[in-house]
């Protein structure tokens, strides 16, 4: 009986490990790329706060909700560093200063935001259209969780002991905040579930 050796080669550890690294790290580098976009668009200034609308908040929610825990958190992560090294990534062209002032918080926030909407948001059912809206409000749950919740507990918390105004005047100051953020809570949810879907 005679083998004939096999054509086929197994592809190199050292071949697959930079396309790994590659898909593992592509969508996490997006999004730190749309994060800063979204404060470069430019910043609304809102009256007795000195923290800007931007849609930020709306790209950290799209993050947990369109990422693993990890590729999200990475993605925060890679866009809070840029600025910490002097890179003008923060709203305003802002850089490592950002990160001592009223709106350090919020980015702050950002990090444990995205990792826990990733967390909550579970998978999406897309089978019938009970299952997809079950799937959207779930999304919106963790967006209004992971993006609001978590993001304001941080920002209220820091920029109150850095400032020294009240934690409720803080907080009574920033619902304008709030509510916008809950609104972009309802377009991330909405837009996820429907990239979900065309995804499949």
Known sequence: MTFKPSTTV?????R????????ASWKPAMFAVLLW???AAGEIP?????????????????????LPWRQAGAAVAAYLAAGAIGLPVFAGGASTMALVGPTAGFLVGFLPGAIMIALLRG?????????AAISAARYLFAALVGGVAVVYAFGFLIQSAL?????????????G????????????????????KLGR
Not at 46 to 66: D, F, K, R, Y
């Open 10 to 14: 197994a592809a190199s550890p050292a």
């Open 16 to 23: 697959t490990l930079p396309r790994r690294i590659i898909a």
């Open 37 to 39: 976009l979204a404060s």
């Open 46 to 66: 809102v009256p007795g706060t000195p923290v800007p609308i931007t849609l930020q908040t709306l790209v950290v929610m799209m993050a947990g909700l369109m």
């Open 123 to 131: 998978e999406a059912n897309l089978t019938s259209p009970l299952a």
């Open 163 to 175: 400032t020294g105004v009240p934690l409720n005047v803080v907080a009574l100051a920033s619902m």
């Open 177 to 196: 905040f709030v509510a916008g953020d809950a609104v972009k809570a309802v377009v991330a949810a909405l837009a996820a579930t429907g990239l979900s």
